[in-house]
């Protein structure tokens, strides 16, 4: 899709604290699982997921393709 200037990438969210995942299955052992599993001790918001999709849909990422972009807050 590169000749017609279509760029294709993939965002992959770890556990995102939703409103759903907090009522339907966020524990304080899941909790603790969680921010202990990850580099930056905290929780990946939906805003954060949104901020990257909006920078990929944006001319600024005009250069960004094929990529897959985890944002799990660094997940071990």
Known sequence: MGPRNIRINCVVPGFVR?????ELW?????????LEGQCLKRFVEPE??????AFLASDEARSCTNQT???DAGWL
Request: hydrophobic fraction near 50%.
């Open 26 to 34: 966020l524990t304080p052992e899941l909790e603790r699982v969680i």
């Open 18 to 22: 939703t409103k759903g995942q907090v």
């Open 69 to 71: 972009f985890v944002i």
């Open 48 to 53: 954060d997921v949104a901020t990257l999709v």
